[in-house]
């Protein structure tokens, strides 16, 4: 960790999901912190904070790149902004297209190099996500970060996406003055956060491949705000892993969630997650899942330890006690 | 697991007596905030192990294990055996040997070939009793905790060679002497005898086993394994960790001599086995 860093300014990308609105929150709580720009795609009126004091709220399409310039090099170098968070994902695996690759990935390139050639702005922090590593038998079960990322082709596109948008920031680093902070972070086990485990849990059913039960690791929202908040602060860069403070596995995450585990026969359960999706609309899909419901993958965060020294310390309230 | 950790407990009351259970409870292990480490071990599991395995090491191969005082009772530590018998009970032997002869009481960590923890049930209930699959990161990572690791140096081809080949070691692979220099770890050998006459077999089949996601699939003689007695000599601690610095870990010659003098140490413990039994089921 460094020494007392400056107060910060900072840039709230997708303030309207839930991490970006609790981030928001947390961010107007923070001393260090002495302003905040909220970015959202709705309208501003509808943003729940939007008169607080310290806070300005702007609306704008990520896709729509000149009306991004118009707000990087208008309302936040008015404001000087210098830290720029980046939450923004399409959390939906079912939109797939240009569109949502826009949203995803160009949205990721247009702000780097805006805030690379930006007056004001010297750090940009980008949410990642454990969806970008790569899980099979031969891997290790720790995921440094080091560790493969899923290039597959095969790959659905919500995967793809993050594992490009998470490159594109990688490739720019140590490039220029512009800090870039990639944070892999745990599947946040809460609804609107692009949770696939958490769409899978809202049946009262959940079926699991049968001889199997996987180590996962899981998040909640208030870790994974600490974090973004967190690496705010300091002049560190790199990218780094961020595990939620519940490690565990499958079966009891579906035991503490109020659910019943079934056993089923792996082969089967595309076919019945497919037909779930197309009967009640719910998004999980085993198939871009199935590798984690079958080996073991849990993030390592010594390096996020070490370096920017956050350690999980909310564990998930869960419905059902231990 | 298909069942909680309250079955496996329930059934460690049914079967264990009050001191495995309590030594299970007291085992050391990373909690990782669910009662489970990060690698899937339970210690709930950890009993269930003993209430398997146990019948196996009293009465079906009377294991007979010599020297535990070399075996370190803290911090990381490399144990290094001959493998062989088809079947991986020298694996389940030296586990439950380990964890009833250390006070306090040590799970030694099986490193596996990467099939094994992918396998339906049998993988799973493995790692919850402490098995992690072969990789690299998570051998370093159970070192880096101060896990003490049980590795096979012959690998595969160990457990599966045809019985005319019997205690004769197989080619030692150098990533166990590595991992000791790079972390600190004193590499412990250890001599297993016995295992050779279990499941003899003259050939195997690699069509069959691709069929079941092995490698090679042995075809044994008989139908189960037979009730040899296992003996089980732990020999001296080779101190890697104060002959070497962890830079050294990456001088090919350094850790291919570790390698060969793990091999010498676990020869001479097998052939000192094989002069001491009276019989292969004595």
Redesign the interface.
């Known amino acids: 960790m460094s020494g007392p860093s400056p107060k910060r300014r900072v840039m709230v990308t997708g303030a309207g999901s839930p991490i970006g609105e609790q981030l928001v929150r947390r961010l107007l709580d923070d001393s260090r912190v002495e302003l905040i720009l909220a970015v959202t795609g709705h309208p501003v009126e509808s943003f729940p904070l939007n008169d607080a004091k310290r806070l300005t709220v702007f609306q704008v399409d990520l896709v729509k790149t000149r009306r991004v310039h118009h707000l990087m090099f208008g309302l936040a170098k008015e404001l000087e902004i210098d830290v720029v968070i980046h939450t923004a994902l399409h959390s939906s695996a079912a939109d797939e297209g240009d569109k949502v690759h826009a949203y995803n990935v160009d949205s990721v390139r247009n702000l780097i190099s805006l805030c690379e050639r930006h007056p004001t702005i010297n750090r940009f922090i980008l949410r990642s996500a454990s969806a970008v590593y790569q899980v099979q038998?031969?891997?290790?079960?720790?995921i440094?970060e080091e560790?493969p990322l899923n290039m597959s082709g095969h790959a659905p596109q919500w995967v793809r996406d993050r594992v490009e948008a998470d490159l594109t920031a990688c490739v720019r680093m140590g490039l220029g003055s512009l800090q870039i902070v990639v944070l892999r972070m745990a599947e946040v086990l809460a609804p609107g956060t692009g949770s696939q485990l958490y769409d899978y849990l809202q049946s009262p059913i959940c079926f699991q491949?049968?001889?199997?039960?996987?180590?996962i690791?899981l998040m909640s929202i208030d870790d994974a705000v600490e974090a973004l908040s967190a690496a705010c602060h300091g002049n560190e860069q790199g990218v780094f892993n961020i595990p939620g403070?519940?490690?565990?596995?499958v079966?009891?995450s579906i035991?503490r969630w109020g659910r019943i585990g079934i056993?089923a026969i792996n082969a089967l359960l595309s076919p019945i997650y497919r037909v779930r999706r197309r009967l009640t609309g719910h998004d999980f899909r085993y198939g871009m899942n199935r590798r984690w419901f079958?080996?073991?993958g849990?993030l390592?965060g010594q390096r996020a330890e070490q370096v920017l020294g956050h350690v999980p310390s909310h564990?998930i309230d869960w419905p059902v006690p231990? | 697991m298909p069942f909680p950790p309250s079955i496996a407990e329930a059934l460690a009351a049914l079967f264990l007596d009050d001191e495995a259970r309590l030594r299970a409870q007291n085992i050391h292990f990373l909690d990782a905030g669910h009662g489970y480490d990060a690698f899937g071990l339970h210690p709930s599991f950890v009993a269930l192990g003993e209430v398997l395995v146990s019948p196996l090491y009293d009465k079906y191969f009377r294991v007979r294990s010599f020297d535990h005082h070399h075996i370190p009772t803290t911090g990381p530590a490399v144990l290094a055996a001959n493998h062989s018998g088809n079947l991986p009970m020298d694996g389940m032997l030296i586990w439950l040997d380990v964890l009833r002869n250390t006070t306090p009481p040590r799970v030694a960590r099986p490193i596996a070939d990467h099939f094994v923890p992918s396998l339906p049930y049998l993988g799973t209930l493995f790692s919850r009793g402490g098995l992690v699959g072969g990789s690299r990161g998570n051998a370093r990572s159970l070192l880096d905790a101060g896990e003490m690791l049980m590795i096979f140096p012959e690998g595969v081809p160990g457990i599966v060679k045809s019985f005319k080949k019997r205690y004769q070691l197989q080619t030692f692979r150098e990533g166990h002497a590595e991992l000791a220099i790079r972390h600190g770890a004193p590499i412990v050998p250890i001599g297993v005898v016995g295992g050779e006459e279990q499941l003899p077999s003259f050939f195997s089949s690699r069509r069959l086993g691709k069929l079941f996601g092995i490698p090679t699939f042995p075809i044994p003689v008989v139908p189960v394994p037979l009730p040899v007695r296992y003996y089980l000599y732990y020999g001296e601690p080779i101190p890697v960790h104060e002959e070497f610095t962890s830079a050294d870990a990456d001088d090919p010659r350094i850790v291919g001599e570790v390698a060969e003098r793990v091999k010498a140490a676990v020869n001479v413990l097998v052939q000192r086995g094989l002069d001491e039994r009276p019989g292969v089921f004595q």
């Open positions: 038998r031969d891997l290790p079960v720790l440094g560790h491949p049968a001889g199997f039960d996987p180590m690791n403070a519940d490690t565990l596995p079966s009891v035991q056993p079958i080996y073991s849990v390592d564990p231990s």
